[in-house]
């Protein structure tokens, strides 16, 4: 095997290591950064990582083997910043890693976009009726007519017996109603 | 001393552009564009062959449009990596004089006499000759190069581009955005971050990036751009409104008559340069018209700036709908642009300029010369590229969605654009019916959920896998964007983890075949020295 003389071979030999276990790391632990980090952080290791792992700073390296294991770490660190510099997706991420699911949900993959887009689509009702009942409910509450969003509200329940969210918003709107 | 000058060997940097192109290297660590023998620092993207054989290249080329119309190719990057039927290809065969015809696959052929040649010949031509030039003056062979394409460059365009390069002869370390290779020019990243944003009309082709410059950190935040917009576009302006005035004169129709559309073409860009320093410019085409009788007519005029700028005010709108754009992918305003550099010819028009600074409330920066700018940070990509001292770290994105095709004509999203390069996203795919042998998928790459709204990149077969009832052999497909943005994909099967063979059809490229016979026919071909 073709060794690289620009390269301390410990830090080749550690690269390598780097890169045949990237599976089993998540986002945070590839870019090195808390899962509190702020965002501005993120993007300083992200620039840092892409500087030490950089593909073009090895395209002469006569070693193969540290050529796309460099390759891998850089594609890698490059799916974490992507992922974690989107709030929402950071959110539903970092939530998903501490799941028992984690395992699965190292890489933010299908499953991932499909939960986020369910999550999304229930956060104002499960059904095309109770989303716009709903939607209506919280313009009337803008106006301050809190009278007219609990009736379009309970309305809403008709449709969606089970929605948590939906039993809540109605409990905190009665609550403002007693006071 | 010795030992140090041949560290790392010579490698240019290649801007083809639309309209022109150049060559720059790295002379005494300094980016350097270089001349030919005539002293011409940009060259015209023409190709013309000519009756006795030779081939012309350049601005010889260019003159021979009007004189040898129908054996004379220029603008040929509006067609690479196009398919036939495409919009802008539609458009070419209304407006050039030369022939464009349909290749196998859709593709798109232009026929000399009898020969058929893609439009990766005719750009193999024109980097042939660039690599001469680089040659003549270093007195060294020169083959590695880093070529550039817009930023809003498909795969197939990209993937046409560097076929291209191949057919020319050249190792191409590398394809690199335009307005990223601007950036580069500009040598920021002296320790200070800037927000910069790189509004670069070409001949035929608009691009805005937006770049966060740390230290020594290239990196790409977003990027926009419209391939079916740029300075070839203004000409056309004054080329119409041109003929609209000679047929108000001598009630004649010049734009039926090929011969008359090319002058009125080449009066176009002279004014419109003209404009850049004069408040008014003088048109005057001797000869431009016989009628039945054989009396010759000429054709005088005079156009003002004010009048010209009204003529392509909807066209400067339309560069700041792709600035918005980018802004806001980069969730930024106009305001928090630390600086704007211009880039491409085009943007010396004063109409630019101003409206470039209203827009940014900022003086753009124009220090590099807009035609050589980008040449140049290709000549510094390729150097750092075989430099082992690396020393600016790029961080470019893909410009487009790439798109799954899924059932009844739609798409979706696997990797979205303005995502860093190189990225991957792998997708699993069971079979759908008993003892199945190929999985087939379509990609696309486009902003549009409908898969007839975005470019078509290719069918991909798998086949190799194990055979069993259907759902139980589950495969994984990886799609790779590379550091040239251009689209790999690679599938294995799950269980056994043996690769699959991947076939690709229905795509608009070349086969390695038919790259090897154009590569033997471009070492053919007689390119002439005047």
């Known amino acids: 095997m073709a060794e690289d003389p620009n390269v301390h071979p410990v830090w080749a030999a550690e690269t390598k290591h780097i890169a045949s276990c990237l599976d089993q790391l998540d986002y945070y632990q590839v870019l090195g950064a808390a899962t509190d980090a702020p965002a501005e952080e993120l993007k300083i290791r992200y620039h840092q990582l892409q500087r030490n792992y950089h593909p073009d700073a090895f395209f002469t390296s006569p070693d193969p083997e540290l050529r796309d294991a460099v390759r891998r770490i850089a594609k890698r660190v490059a799916e974490a910043y992507v992922i974690l510099r989107d709030p929402e997706k950071r959110a539903k991420y970092t939530r998903d890693i501490a799941s028992p699911e984690r395992v699965k949900k190292l890489r933010y993959n299908d499953e991932s976009v499909r939960e986020q887009r369910i999550e999304k689509e229930q956060e104002l009702g499960k059904t095309p009726q109770g989303r716009q009942l709903w939607k209506k409910a919280e313009e009337s509450v803008r106006k301050g007519d809190v009278a007219a969003a609990l009736r379009d509200l309970k309305t809403a329940m008709l449709f969606e017996k089970d929605n948590e969210r939906l039993k809540a918003r109605i409990g905190e709107l009665e609550a403002q109603v007693k006071k | ?530």
Not at chain 2, 223 to 249: C, E, K, N, V
Not at chain 2, 319 to 347: H, M, Y
Not at chain 2, 518 to 526: D, I, S, T, V
């Open chain 2, 1 to 530: 001393m010795l030992a140090s000058l041949s560290v790392t060997e010579l490698a240019m940097g290649i801007d083809l552009g639309t309209s022109y192109s150049c060559v720059a290297i790295i002379e005494d660590g300094v980016p350097t564009v270089i001349p030919n023998e005539w002293g011409e620092r940009t060259h015209a993207s023409v190709v013309s062959f000519m009756d006795d054989g030779r081939v012309l290249v350049g601005n010889d080329a260019k003159k021979q449009i009007i004189t040898n119309p129908d054996n004379t190719v220029y603008s040929s990057k509006r067609l690479i990596g196009r398919f036939f039927f495409s919009e802008e290809v539609r458009k070419a065969r209304t407006v050039v004089p030369y022939n464009i015809v349909e290749g196998p696959n859709n593709s798109v052929r232009i026929r000399i006499r009898d020969t058929l040649y893609s439009p990766q010949e005719v750009a193999a031509i024109i980097l042939k000759e660039m690599r001469q030039i680089a040659e003549n003056h270093t007195g060294q062979t020169v083959t590695k190069a880093v070529i550039t394409v817009p930023a809003y460059f498909n795969d197939n365009q990209r993937q046409a581009t560097k076929d291209a390069g191949k057919i020319a002869g050249l190792e191409v370390l590398r394809i690199i955005n335009e307005p990223t290779a601007a950036a580069l020019s500009y040598g920021f990243g002296q320790g200070y971050n800037q927000r910069v944003a790189l509004y670069d009309l070409g001949g035929g082709t608009f691009d805005v990036s937006i770049l966060d410059i740390g230290d020594d950190v290239f990196e790409v935040v977003s990027t926009a751009g419209d391939t079916y917009l740029g300075g070839d576009d203004f000409d056309d302006r004054i080329m119409h409104w041109l003929a609209d005035s000679f047929q108000q004169q001598q009630n004649v129709d010049l734009r039926q008559d090929k011969y008359a559309l090319q002058k009125l073409k080449e009066a176009a860009e002279k004014a419109k340069i003209g404009l850049s320093e004069h408040e008014v410019v003088q048109i005057h085409i001797p000869l431009i018209y016989t009628d039945e009788n054989g009396y010759s007519l000429d054709f005088s005029t005079t156009l003002s700036r004010a009048e010209f700028n009204q003529m392509v005010m909807d066209l400067v709108q339309r560069t700041f709908k792709v600035c918005d754009e980018a802004l806001q992918s980069a969730r930024l305003t106009a305001n928090e642009i630390d600086c704007v550099i211009l880039v491409g010819g085009p943007t010396r028009l004063p109409i630019i300029r101003s409206s470039v600074r209203h827009y940014f409330q900022k003086q753009p920066l124009t220090d590099v010369d807009p035609d050589e700018v980008v040449a140049m940070g290709a000549a510094i990509q390729a150097h750092a590229l075989l430099d082992t001292q690396q020393s600016t770290y790029l961080l470019d994105v893909t410009p487009l969605t790439l798109r799954l095709a899924t059932v009844g004509g739609y798409t979706e999203k696997i990797i979205d654009k303005n995502t860093p390069i190189p990225i991957d996203r792998t997708r699993c795919f069971t079979t759908a019916s008993d003892n199945q042998e190929k999985v087939k998928i379509k990609i696309f790459q486009g902003e549009s959920n409908l898969a007839k709204d975005n470019t078509l990149l290719g069918e991909f077969e798998f086949s190799g896998f194990k055979v069993a009832a259907r759902g139980e052999v589950t495969i994984e497909v990886t799609f790779e964007i590379d550091t040239d943005g251009i689209v790999n994909v690679s599938a294995r099967d799950v269980e056994t983890g043996t690769q699959a063979s991947t076939t690709i059809s229905l795509g608009s490229g070349l086969s390695d075949h038919e790259v090897a016979q154009a590569q033997q026919r471009n070492e053919g071909l007689m390119v002439s020295n005047r």
